[in-house]
């Protein structure tokens, strides 16, 4: 079935370090997106990307799409505290009327 | 953030006791959405909705049921609930579907005891 591997689930940094969460398909994807969970917090959207190879940047946080679009990551540069929480990619599958699969998460901390 | 509210917030119920949670939005958005989220499982889908009275199943919707009467109004209702549906259920609304940015609401934290 359609399914969204996102790794590591857990990721541990010193504040200043980078990060990097990856997520993967068996199938092309029509679409990813990414959103962002803070702690006790609900699900606030981060990008989509749509184009095969497909790179945008929002500040400190870098969003790649794979050329055969069955990939992407998320790398933040140099964390920060205010980085903390559980970052989730999610797979559309099926074009504009499809399924939307969320991948598992990863939970990143910042240590001071 | 978006005009989303979900109430109640939180709900403590008995098994076999029928529930429901209301999803309010005043966005106007076409599409609503319910998950529920598990650790370990990250955000599935319940049901969703495509417009007033037209309403699809999730990946995990046995044991739901879903109404929408108002473009503003997406209840989800566990008919006789039980210590598996224990979760913390997120509504989401969004403009054109699935291929367009979600907003979800505040959550609902709800225990089957």
């Known amino acids: 079935g359609q399914q969204v591997m996102q790794i590591p689930q857990y990721q541990h940094v010193q504040e200043g370090e980078d990060f990097t969460t990856y997520c993967n398909s068996s199938?092309?994807?029509?679409?990813i997106q990414w959103y962002k969970q803070r702690p006790g917090g609900h699900p606030v959207f981060l990008i989509q990307?749509?184009?095969?190879?497909e790179v945008k940047k929002q500040k400190r946080l870098t969003f790649q799409f794979g050329e055969a679009k069955k990939n992407s990551s998320l790398h933040i540069t140099a964390t920060q505290t205010t980085d903390v929480g559980t970052y989730f990619c999610?797979?559309?599958?099926?074009?504009?009327?499809?399924?939307?699969?969320f991948g598992k998460g990863t939970k990143l901390s910042v240590k001071p | 953030d978006a005009g989303i509210t979900q109430s109640p917030r939180h709900k403590v119920t008995e098994t076999g006791t029928p529930v429901t949670l209301r999803c309010h939005q005043t966005?106007?958005?076409?599409?609503m959405y319910w998950y529920r989220q598990d650790p370990g499982h990250g955000l599935r889908l319940i049901h969703y909705?495509?417009?007033?009275?037209?309403?699809d199943k999730g990946e995990v919707s046995d044991g739901y049921s879903v109404s929408r009467s108002k473009t503003e109004d997406f209840l989800l209702t566990l008919e006789s609930a039980t210590s598996s549906q224990t979760s913390v259920y997120f509504c989401?609304?969004?403009?054109?579907?699935?291929?367009?940015?979600?907003?979800f609401g505040q959550g609902t934290r709800l225990t089957v005891v």
């Open positions: 989401a609304i969004s403009a054109a579907g699935p291929n367009t940015e979600a907003f």
């Open positions: 199938t092309t994807l029509s679409n």
């Open positions: 990307l749509v184009k095969s190879g």
């Open positions: 999610a797979g559309l599958y099926g074009g504009s009327q499809g399924n939307l699969i």
């Open positions: 966005e106007n958005h076409r599409y």
């Open positions: 909705s495509y417009g007033v009275k037209d309403t």
